[in-house]
Protein backbone atom coordinates (compact mmCIF):
# COMPACT_ATOMS: atom_id res chain seq x y z
CA UNK A 1 0.00 0.00 0.00
CA UNK A 2 1.35 3.66 -0.89
CA UNK A 3 2.64 5.61 2.23
CA UNK A 4 -0.78 8.65 1.61
CA UNK A 5 -3.26 5.15 1.15
CA UNK A 6 -2.17 4.10 4.77
CA UNK A 7 -2.28 7.30 6.28
CA UNK A 8 -6.11 7.94 4.67
CA UNK A 9 -7.18 5.16 7.36
CA UNK A 10 -6.23 7.25 10.59
CA UNK A 11 -7.59 10.03 11.69
CA UNK A 12 -5.17 12.92 12.22
CA UNK A 13 -4.96 15.78 14.96
CA UNK A 14 -2.68 18.34 16.15
CA UNK A 15 -0.70 16.57 18.96
CA UNK A 16 2.88 15.44 20.62
CA UNK A 17 4.17 11.98 18.85
CA UNK A 18 5.07 9.78 21.37
CA UNK A 19 8.30 8.94 19.99
CA UNK A 20 9.11 12.34 18.82
CA UNK A 21 8.35 14.97 21.63
CA UNK A 22 11.08 17.31 20.49
CA UNK A 23 9.07 18.23 17.71
CA UNK A 24 6.39 19.50 19.04
CA UNK A 25 2.80 19.55 18.00
CA UNK A 26 2.69 18.54 14.63
CA UNK A 27 -0.28 16.09 12.89
CA UNK A 28 -0.53 12.91 14.75
CA UNK A 29 -3.00 10.09 15.18
CA UNK A 30 -3.93 8.23 18.54
CA UNK A 31 -2.65 4.87 18.17
CA UNK A 32 -3.29 3.59 21.93
CA UNK A 33 -4.55 4.57 25.35
CA UNK A 34 -2.98 3.91 28.74
CA UNK A 35 -4.43 4.30 31.82
CA UNK A 36 -1.32 5.51 34.30
CA UNK A 37 -1.58 4.27 38.25
CA UNK A 38 -2.40 8.24 38.82
CA UNK A 39 -4.94 10.22 37.01
CA UNK A 40 -7.14 9.58 33.55
CA UNK A 41 -6.71 7.90 30.68
CA UNK A 42 -3.55 9.61 28.79
CA UNK A 43 -3.92 9.15 24.79
CA UNK A 44 -0.37 7.60 23.02
CA UNK A 45 0.22 9.91 19.80
CA UNK A 46 2.03 9.39 17.06
CA UNK A 47 3.02 11.11 13.79
CA UNK A 48 2.90 9.97 10.27
CA UNK A 49 6.43 8.90 10.29
CA UNK A 50 6.13 6.64 13.22
CA UNK A 51 2.47 5.40 11.89
CA UNK A 52 4.57 4.22 8.54
CA UNK A 53 7.47 2.13 11.23
CA UNK A 54 4.50 0.92 12.76
CA UNK A 55 2.63 -0.25 10.06
CA UNK A 56 5.71 -1.79 8.16
CA UNK A 57 6.60 -3.66 11.17
CA UNK A 58 3.15 -5.03 11.54
CA UNK A 59 3.67 -5.96 7.69
CA UNK A 60 6.54 -7.49 8.13
CA UNK A 61 5.04 -9.57 11.52
CA UNK A 62 1.93 -10.51 9.70
CA UNK A 63 3.81 -12.36 6.73
CA UNK A 64 6.29 -13.77 9.25
CA UNK A 65 3.04 -15.18 11.29
CA UNK A 66 1.43 -16.23 8.21
CA UNK A 67 -1.87 -13.92 9.09
CA UNK A 68 -3.63 -11.17 6.95
CA UNK A 69 -1.81 -7.98 7.44
CA UNK A 70 -4.62 -5.19 8.26
CA UNK A 71 -3.13 -1.72 8.13
CA UNK A 72 -4.93 1.14 10.20
CA UNK A 73 -4.50 -0.61 13.22
CA UNK A 74 -0.84 0.83 14.30
CA UNK A 75 -0.45 -0.04 18.27
CA UNK A 76 -3.00 -2.49 18.33
CA UNK A 77 -1.86 -6.50 18.52
CA UNK A 78 -1.77 -8.24 15.29
CA UNK A 79 -4.05 -10.62 16.22
ZN1 LIG B 1 6.92 10.29 15.58
Partial sequence: MER???LGLYQWSVGVCFRHPEKGAVL??????????????????A???CVI???????VEARR????????HAGEALY
Fill in 65 to 72: EGVAYRPG
Fill in 28 to 45: TTVISVIQPRVGGKEDVR
Fill in 53 to 59: VLEQDRW
Fill in 47 to 49: CEE
Fill in 4 to 6: QQI
